[in-house]
């Protein structure tokens, strides 16, 4: 009973970022849900992007002025440290126009995946959860078929 019950425990990092910057200005959060955002995708004619998320059952995203971590005595590097003890495993890094994007896997099995992606800009901080599975090899072939380029990803 306690191995079902553990398969069914949520990771509390976006909840902590999300409590520690509640009442701060411009904080931005909001969830979705996997089913609304395929259905957005459909309606955009992103046939294929809706297909990498097919597995997907939520989406959250918050943003967060960088200048609020100051205030608050935090840090983005301290933040990767409660990914870590959330048992996120690094799966990759990379710059996107000056951006640093970390791409982080909490692995549950049976497609309750949690996938963590922070994004560090200038003046501010993004976090995206997506609750679900991806199917990162259809997410690269859409990647090279658009850009000509690849997305590269292994755990660390």
Same mark, same amino acid.
């Given at each position: 009973m306690l191995l079902s019950a553990t398969?069914?425990?949520?990771s509390d990092s976006f909840q902590t970022l999300k409590?520690?910057?509640?009442g701060t200005g411009e904080v931005y959060h909001f969830s979705v849900s996997g089913w609304l955002c395929r259905a957005a995708l459909s309606l955009a004619g992103e046939y294929e992007f809706k297909d990498v998320i097919e597995d997907v059952n939520s989406i959250r +995203?918050?943003?967060?002025?960088k200048h609020n971590f100051q205030v608050r005595d935090l840090s983005v590097k301290g933040f990767r440290k409660v990914l870590e003890n959330d048992q996120f495993q690094a799966l990759a890094t990379f710059k996107d126009h000056g951006d640093n994007v970390d791409v982080y896997l909490q692995e549950n099995g049976n497609k309750r995946n949690r996938y963590f992606v922070l994004i560090e800009e200038p003046s501010e901080v993004t976090a995206v959860e +997506?609750?679900?599975s991806i199917d990162l090899n259809k997410l690269n072939k859409l990647a090279s078929k658009?850009?000509?380029t690849s997305i590269s990803y292994q755990l660390r």
């Open positions: 398969s069914f425990a949520q409590d520690k910057f509640s +995203i918050i943003t967060i002025p +997506i609750k679900g658009e850009e000509g």
